[in-house]
């Protein structure tokens, strides 16, 4: 396992995501608990030191899933981060109390990292916002111990995380963006980085496969990598770029079975970084990506847990993109729209607008849902 170092501490350079853990049955609210620890042994096992969960993840029980199986492990072997939720403004006033709870559901004493969650468009008034005290808050628990290290992760264009270190730049000791050769150019991660490296934040990385898209590759593209690296996968590939960025200390990666984690953690055994060919067949790959206008969904499920339909958004999504990808004929998108319940297609969408206001990546979901569904009516 590669490592890094920070302040002191060896961090592994693949962190373990818990926001897309195996699940029982497909509901993404019940947790395999058997399979994670199996897993988590096996991170361990090999090297693996980081693990990052979330007060939302997997509908609210990521924590406690996380807690429960690094409980089995000597506290100071591994590293946990966590975050407060501001990207529901519900919670902006709730700071002590959610707090509390995260320890609590962990069943941890303090926290390693601990982040000001999705700084984005949507909220960064309101993080900024004196009244909720927030900021203040979590330095008292860092003073008393309860924190290791502040940071902040942001989905939020540049102007927005300028914004942010403008009023707490001073406390801030990382960053974690969103990065990976598709946004490099697309969403600005670049920029981003340079920011960052601005201020002298060393980088975390989320969504380096950006949800899985980066590894399920048409197989035009497939081709085309495999002939500049034979003995590279896909998602290997999406690895060695974030690999290629200096200023990268940490990429997360939601591993969800053990092929993936296998795979995940042999990559990470060594660097190779990328050369001006290899980056120029990304390239290339990234231009026939942009063209065909999908929206950048990560499938976070952000979304579900406010949506009064209970509608299945990324999955909508998914296929939304699906269809956009492949033509009005797709197959697969509408095969799977037949088989759905009336009440789950994007016809029932009713436009009320809450999942778009938790969306990280502050997709116009009704709208999308909308030109979905009049595209596909029957």
């Known amino acids: 396992m590669l490592y890094k170092d920070f302040q002191g501490c060896k961090l592994s350079a693949l962190g373990f995501g818990a926001m897309r853990l195996p699940v029982l049955d497909g509901d993404d609210g019940t947790i395999d608990q058997a399979a994670t620890e199996e897993m988590i042994a096996y991170a361990i096992g090999h090297g693996v030191n980081y693990f990052d969960t979330a007060w939302g993840y997997h509908n609210g029980t990521s924590e406690a899933a996380m807690g429960r199986a690094l409980a089995a492990y000597p506290r100071d072997s591994f590293y946990l981060a966590t975050k407060f939720p501001g990207y529901d403004l519900s919670n902006m006033d709730k700071v002590e109390e959610i707090f509390g709870a995260q320890l609590e559901r962990t069943g941890m004493e303090y926290f390693d990292f601990?982040?000001?969650?999705?700084?984005?468009?949507?909220?960064?008034?309101?993080?900024?916002?004196?009244?909720?005290?927030?900021?203040?808050?979590?330095?008292?628990?860092?003073?008393?111990?309860?924190?290791?290290?502040?940071?902040?992760?942001?989905?939020?264009?540049?102007?927005?995380?300028?914004?942010?270190?403008?009023?707490?730049?001073?406390?801030?000791?990382?960053?974690?963006?969103?990065?990976?050769?598709?946004?490099?150019?697309?969403?600005?991660?670049?920029?981003?980085?340079?920011?960052?490296?601005?201020?002298?934040?060393?980088?975390?990385?989320?969504?380096?496969?950006?949800?899985?898209?980066?590894?399920?590759?048409?197989?035009?593209?497939?081709?085309?990598?495999?002939?500049?690296?034979?003995?590279?996968?896909?998602?290997?590939?999406?690895?060695?770029?974030?690999q290629s960025v200096p200023e990268v200390c940490v990429t997360l990666s939601g591993m969800s079975n053990f092929e993936q984690l296998k795979e995940n953690i042999a990559t990470f055994e060594e660097e190779r970084p990328l050369t001006d060919a290899d980056r120029a067949v990304l390239d290339e790959i990234v231009d026939g990506m942009l063209s065909q206008g999908t929206v950048p969904c990560t499938a976070c499920h952000y979304c579900t847990s406010h949506c009064p339909q209970g509608l299945d958004i990324p999955d909508l999504l998914a296929l939304y993109n699906q269809r956009k990808l492949t033509g009005n004929g797709d197959f697969i998108s509408r095969m799977r729209l037949q088989i759905m319940d009336e009440d789950k297609r994007p016809s029932a969408c009713i436009g009320c607008g809450s999942c778009a206001a938790v969306c990280p990546q502050q997709i116009d979901i009704p709208s999308v849902l909308a030109e979905f569904a009049a595209a596909t009516a029957q």
């Open 114 to 242: 601990y982040l000001i969650h999705n700084v984005c468009e949507l909220n960064i008034d309101e993080y900024l916002n004196p009244a909720h005290g927030i900021m203040p808050y979590l330095l008292k628990q860092k003073e008393a111990g309860r924190i290791r290290h502040v940071g902040f992760s942001a989905h939020g264009a540049i102007p927005v995380m300028e914004r942010f270190l403008e009023a707490y730049g001073e406390h801030m000791e990382f960053c974690q963006i969103q990065l990976n050769y598709l946004d490099w150019e697309f969403q600005d991660a670049k920029g981003k980085v340079a920011l960052c490296r601005a201020h002298g934040l060393p980088v975390w990385v989320m969504e380096p496969v950006r949800g899985g898209k980066l590894a399920n590759l048409s197989s035009e593209d497939v081709e085309k990598l495999a002939a500049q690296r034979p003995d590279e996968t896909p998602v290997a590939w999406a690895f060695r770029f974030v």
